[in-house]
C-alpha cells in the first residue's frame, strides 16, 4: 500500500531568484550550525559594563529621548546600528538595536510551512555566527530556508551490525516515524551507535522515534541535530543505562523527553542547544538523575546539567554546568538560590534569558566559582539584581476585551484588570493616531486636552514582548509592541492584542487612525454573490479540527461540517504501530466506515474544503464514505482538499479522492501543519 515517495523541494532554487532579483547572489541554504556541537563562543561581551541594572538611563525604550530617526547616531551610550532580519518569505522577525562592536541576539526562529531554517546569511551568502561576529553597521541578515523532506510511509529502513549475541543500530534511510523493532533477527536490539561513533540517526528529518524497552544504550551523537525531532517514545521499562555524548544535542525540536530509571550514565553536551526543552521527567527510582522544575540534575553533585524554560533553579542545585541554559527559549529571567557555589562557561548564552534574579548579595555572588566566560551571553545586556526571591510568574487578571479597528481590519485585545486599562475603558470609543516608533511600537498619544492614563499602579520596570499594550509614562503616549524589547522603566502594561492581530498592526503607515471599542464593530453586510462555502473535515486527534475552524474563521459565508464516525476510533485503534484499527481501514480497498449524520442540502455549497489526516499517505477510508454518501455528483463545485500530518505531505491523498466527485474541480489542496497559515490555501478559491 506504501508507495516511497521523496519529494525533496529545495527552496534553493526560489531563493535564488529572489536573490537574483534583489542583487544579493547566493542561495544559503547549506549553512551549519557552528555552535550546535557545544563550542564556546569568545568571551566578554555583555558583561561588565553591561551589568548596570535597567532603567535609570533607559527611560525610553531605545533610550532615544529625542525621537531622533533610528540609525547610526551616536547615543550617549555609543553608537548603535540596526540589524534587520529578513525571513524572506517567514514569519517576521524583530530587528535588533546593537552597539557598535557587540554581536547581535539569535533571534527567535521563524516559521515556513513546509520549510525549515538552516541559518541567518550575509549579503554574500556567509552564515551570520551569533557567537563570534560582530555589528560594525548596519546589515540585513537573510534567513535561509530548506524544504522539509516528504517522507516515505514505509517501515524503519534500519541497518544493523551484530555485535556478540545483538544487534546495534547503525543507521536510517527516510523515515517519517522511526520504530527501533526490539528483535533482529531473533536475536535482541541492544544499542543505536552509528559506525565510529557518528550519529545513527544524526541529523536526519524523522519527527518521532520508538526505542524499545531492550536498548541500554544510546551512543554519542545518535539524534545529533535532528532539527525535526519532536517525540522520543521511551518506555516505562526500558532497559537504558546510557546516553552518550551530544545523543540529543541540537534537537531543536524537541520539547519533553523522560529519563528512564536505570540511566546511569548521561554524557556531556547530550542536550546541548535543545532550544525548545520545555520539561525532564526522570522515572522515580533513577538514583543518579532528577528533574527539579523540568531542569535535569545530576544527584551525586546537584549539578544543573540542562536547563528547560522554567524561571527558578532550585534551592537544592550547587553546580550549575557549562551551557546548562544554552539557547534556551522561552523565559527572560532567571532565579539562582544562594546554594549554587559554581557556576560553568556561556551558561545563559544565545538564550532568550535577560536578566538574573540571584538570592544572595553581591559578595555571595563575586564568591560563586565562575569565569570571566560565563558573562558570554551572546548579546545579552544581562541585568543582575540581588536579594531577590524566586520568581512567581504572574499571572495577569483580565478585566475585558477590547476591539481596535483601522482600514478593514479590527484587531482584538484582552485587557488586564488595573488602573490604565480601566481609565481606557472609561474613555472609549477613542480614535487615535498611531505611528511607529524604532521598528519595536506603534505609539499614538493621546486627543489633544485629554490628560494622561491613570499609571497608578504600573511595576517599577517591565519588559515588553510583542503584543503588548503599554503606555509608556514620561511621554503619555500608549504603545503596541510588536517587537519585544529589553527591561525598561517607566512603562505600564494594560493588555496584549490577539497573536493574530501582531503582523496586522506591524505594518500599519505611520499616522493611521485607528478606532478603540469595547463594543465588537459590525462588519458591513457581505454581498449577496458570495459563494456558499462548506468546510468538511475528519478529525481523529484534533489537529485538522484547529486547522478547519481556522478556515472556517476566515473565510466568509462558511459552514463547518465534522465528519463524526459512528464508531470513534481510540487511541488503540490509532496505534499504527500495531494492526490497529486504521491501518486495516487504509490497506482494506473496499472499507467504508459509516458516518454519524450528514450535510443538509450539500448541493447548496459552491466550494467544499475536505479536510483529513493524513493516514499511510492517503486520506482516511471515511473521507471515501463522506463523498459516496450523497446521490450527488459535485458538478462544478470546487473542492479544496487540506490535511494535516506528521510531516507527509498532500500528495498522492488528494488525487486519489478525484474519481470520487470526478465532475468537480478540484484544487491541489495543501498540508497545514497545526496552527499554520490557510491563506493560500484560501486562495486556491478564486
Ligand atoms: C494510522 C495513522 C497513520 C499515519 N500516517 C502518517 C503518514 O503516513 N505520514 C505522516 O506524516 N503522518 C502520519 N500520521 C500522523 C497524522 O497524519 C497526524 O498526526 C495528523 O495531524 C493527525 O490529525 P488529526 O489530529 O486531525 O487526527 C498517521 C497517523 C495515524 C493514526
Redesign the pocket.
Known sequence: MKTKKFVCILLACILCLVFALTGCGGNGTNGSDPADNGDIGIGGVGGDEDKKPDGDEDKKPDGDEDKKPSGDETEDKGTYYTVTFDSRGGSAVESQRIREGNPAARPQTPTYDGYYLTGWFKKDDTEWNFDTDRVNENITLYAGWEAEVQ?P?STASLTFVKEGNAYTVTGIGEE??VVIPAEHEGLPVTKIQGHHGTGAFAQKAFTSVIIPDTITEIGQNTFYGCRQLVTVNIGANSSLTTIGNNAFSACSSLKNITIPQGVRTIGDGAFNNCASLESFSVASGNTAYRAENGHLIERATNTLIRGVANYNVPESVTNIAQGAFRRTSGITELYIPKTVTVIGNSFIQDSTITKINYAGTEAEWNAIEKSSSMWNYGNRDVQLVYAVAPITPSQPVNLCEVYMTFGNETVAAQLYDNATSRDLVSRLPLTLSFSDYNSVEKIAYMPSGSSALNTSDAPDTYTPVAGDLAVYIPWGNISIFYNAFRASAGLAPFGKIASDGIAKLSQISNNTQITITSEKPVKPEQPTNEPKVLVAYF???????GVAETIHSQVANSYLYEIIPQEQYTSAD?N?NTD?R??RE?NDPTARPKISGSVENIEQYDVIFIGY?????QAPKIIYTFFESYNYDFDGVTIIPFC?????GIGSSATSLHSLAPKANWKSGARIS?GGSVSSLIAQMN
Open positions: 517522507l510511509d517519517a516515524i478529525s481523529a486527534t484534533n489537529t485538522t479540527e490509532l499504527y490497529c486504521a491501518n487504509q489526516p493524513i493516514w499511510w499517505g494535516t500530518s506528521g510531516s507527509s497545526s
